[in-house]
C-alpha cells in the first residue's frame, strides 16, 4: 500500500505543478496578448508619422538674403534680423571713431535715425554690436554698445541699413530682403 499511496502523492504533487504552470502560462499569454496589441498601435503611429511631412523650423537669418556696399575699412557684419543688434567691423589696422555717425534704418515708410556717441571707437581688426535698450544682449568677447534712443531695431520684410559720417557721406551699407518661399 505504502507504493500505491507514494504514487498518488506523486500524482497530487504533479496536479499541482501542472496547475501551476497552467496559470503561469495564462498569465504570460495575456502579457503577451497585450504586448502584441501596443506593437500594433506603435506600428500604426509610426505608419502615421511617416506619411506626415516632417518641417524643420528655419533660423530666422536663413530666411533672408543681405547685400552689403561700402568701400572703407567699416562694414555692416551680421544685422540680427529680429531687431536685436547690428554689427559694425572695422577691417583697418587702427581704431575708428565713429562719434556723431549717423546709422538710420528704413523698413517700408518706418525709420529709425540715431546719431552715436561722441566717443563711439571701434577697434582696429574687430566688431562693434549696437544694440537697443530693450534687446537681449549677452555677454560676448565682443565691444557692445546699448543705444538708448532705440528699443529695438526695426524688421520687416525688405530692411535697409546704413551709416552716414559727419559730412553726410555713406560709409557702409546693407540690405536685407526676405526669401520669398514658393
Known amino acids: 500500500m ?6 498518488e502523492a506523486e500524482k497530487r504533487e504533479l496536479k499541482k505543478e501542472l496547475e501551476v504552470t497552467e496559470q503561469m502560462y495564462a498569465k504570460l499569454f495575456d ?9 500594433l498601435i506603435l506600428e500604426a503611429d509610426n505608419e502615421e508619422l511617416k ?3 516632417i518641417i524643420k523650423p528655419k533660423k530666422l537669418e536663413d530666411q533672408y538674403y543681405s547685400l552689403y556696399s561700402g568701400k572703407g575699412p567699416i562694414k555692416f557684419g551680421n544685422c540680427n534680423v529680429a531687431g536685436q543688434f547690428l554689427e559694425l567691423e572695422n577691417n583697418s589696422n587702427h581704431a575708428v571713431n ?3 555717425f549717423v546709422i538710420k534704418r528704413t ?3 518706418a525709420i529709425i535715425e540715431v546719431t552715436l556717441p561722441k566717443v563711439t571707437i571701434i577697434q582696429p581688426m574687430s566688431k562693434l554690436l549696437i544694440y537697443g535698450k530693450k534687446s537681449t544682449c ?7 554698445l546699448i543705444h538708448d534712443q532705440v528699443e529695438l531695431w ?3 520684410d525688405i530692411m535697409e541699413t546704413v551709416l552716414i559720417d559727419e559730412m553726410g557721406t555713406v560709409v557702409t551699407s546693407i540690405v536685407q530682403r ?3 518661399e514658393e
Open 51 to 53: 506619411k506626415k511631412k
Open 107 to 109: 523698413v517700408g515708410e
Open 31 to 39: 502579457e503577451f496578448k497585450k504586448l502584441k496589441a501596443q506593437n
Open 138 to 144: 549677452p555677454k560676448l568677447n565682443v565691444q557692445t
Open 98 to 100: 565713429l562719434g556723431y
Open 2 to 7: 505504502s507504493k500505491v499511496k507514494k504514487l
Open 154 to 156: 526695426l524688421t520687416g
Open 178 to 180: 526676405l526669401k520669398n
